[in-house]
């Protein structure tokens, strides 16, 4: 009997305290800041490589039957 008071006493306690600390006991958290940096205006990132060339196209045949499906 007296260990069910001490869960029933324990659970109670740990919701008050819950519901205590959910009222705002602690300041909100700060809003995060935008930052503003000068940035140099150095040289413009390189561009992609360009492909050296196009793959060639590659011929289009009609499918042939093996001559033992005929």
């Known amino acids: 009997m007296g ?5 029933i006493s324990a659970v109670l306690l740990l ?3 819950g519901g205590f600390l ?3 006991v602690f300041p909100p958290a700060l ?7 000068e940035l140099s ?9 360009t492909a050296l060339a196009t793959p060639a196209a ?5 499918m042939a039957k093996p001559a033992a499906a005929q």
């Open 58 to 62: 590659l011929p289009v045949v009609p």
């Open 3 to 7: 260990r069910i008071i001490v869960a």
């Open 15 to 17: 919701c008050m305290v």
């Open 22 to 24: 959910s009222l705002g």
């Open 31 to 37: 809003m995060q800041q935008d930052v503003h940096k």
């Open 41 to 49: 205006m150095a040289t413009p990132p390189a561009a992609p490589p």
